[in-house]
């Protein structure tokens, strides 16, 4: 968990700021689909992948 917070905060913080909520979820979205991509799971977060794939139908497979 800690290295997906590491990538998260990494990511925001290059952004700096958002200029709507939404940019800022779609942009967790993509760092945490990535972050997945390199091999890597995220232990109990099934609730808000699925949350997340309904958000965004159409760009994640849930």
Do not use: Y
Request: glycine fraction near 6%; charged fraction near 30%; hydrophobic fraction near 45%.
């Amino acid at each position: 968990m800690e290295s997906l917070n590491r990538v998260l905060r990494k990511t925001l913080k290059t952004k700096g700021s958002f200029p709507t909520e939404e940019a800022a979820t779609k942009l967790i979205f993509l760092a945490i689909r990535n972050f997945e991509k390199g091999g890597r799971a995220v232990r109990e977060w099934v609730a808000a992948r699925n949350q997340l794939a309904i958000m965004f139908a159409g760009r994640f497979d849930a």
